[in-house]
């Protein structure tokens, strides 16, 4: 199976539907103005939230590498926008081109396997993630973008396998609440105390073959509503 691939077309799938046909035009169907690398930068700052970099307060708390990789998942589903909305616009290729494009690009060979992490201390995790945001802000080439992403995936513990199948999750997540008033602002968040990521990793953990409709289901009979 192409992961990539199939994480690019359900991206796809999702904008299409949440967003309305031709939102890589740049408006949702509510005519909303998108920026993809607002939604990135500002992830990358929910991401540092993650890590204990404040020297005045819980200075002996590990990093949360649960939240971590749900973040990073968040990241990934912007900047497959902002990939998708450019080979659309400039007439780059197809979604199977942009797929080729990122499986080219020279670390991803990393990101296959990870079996070779070693793990930065906080700070220069961090450093990592601030290279990101400062190309946003540079308008860098996406493929710029991509690569630094896979550093930020690795470093978090991540793998393709292990990407895919929290990207199907938080995928399907996000279509849940999309069907239950997220849009709107009547969504339910938390869930008997956790949040809904939390509960939707567990779900992930006691059946590693779910499906993405019987994870939807899981969903539906565990939400609390009013």
Not at 9 to 14: F, S, T
Not at 80 to 95: F, H, R, V
Request: a negative charge.
């Amino acid at each position: 199976m192409n992961k990539i691939f199939e994480m690019l077309k359900l991206q796809q799938q999702l904008n299409d539907n949440t967003n309305g046909k031709d939102w890589e035009e740049g408006f949702t169907k509510n005519n909303k103005f998108i920026d993809w690398r607002r939604c990135i930068y500002l992830e990358c700052a929910e991401l540092i939230e993650s890590y204990p970099w404040k020297h005045w307060k819980n200075i002996d708390t590990p990093p949360d590498y649960d939240n971590i990789k749900i973040e990073v998942v968040d990241i990934w589903h912007f900047i497959m926008s902002q990939a998708l909305k450019e080979y659309k616009e400039k007439s780059l290729g197809s979604i199977k081109d942009l797929s080729k494009k990122i499986k080219s690009l020279p670390n991803f060979d990393k990101l296959k396997s990870n079996k070779d992490y070693e793990e930065e201390d906080t700070y220069t995790q961090i450093t990592i993630i601030e290279k990101l945001i400062k190309l946003l802000f540079d308008e860098a080439p996406i493929e710029e973008v991509m690569e630094v992403f896979i550093d930020i995936a690795t470093q978090s513990e991540l793998d393709l396998d292990t990407l895919y199948e929290l990207y199907i999750g938080k995928n399907i997540l996000n279509q849940f609440r999309q069907n239950n008033g997220y849009k709107e602002g009547t969504y339910i968040k938390v869930w008997d105390g956790e949040e809904d990521n939390v509960v939707m990793q567990s779900f992930l953990q006691f059946d590693k073959n779910i499906s993405p409709d019987g994870l939807y289901q899981m969903l539906e009979t565990v939400y609390p509503r009013k």
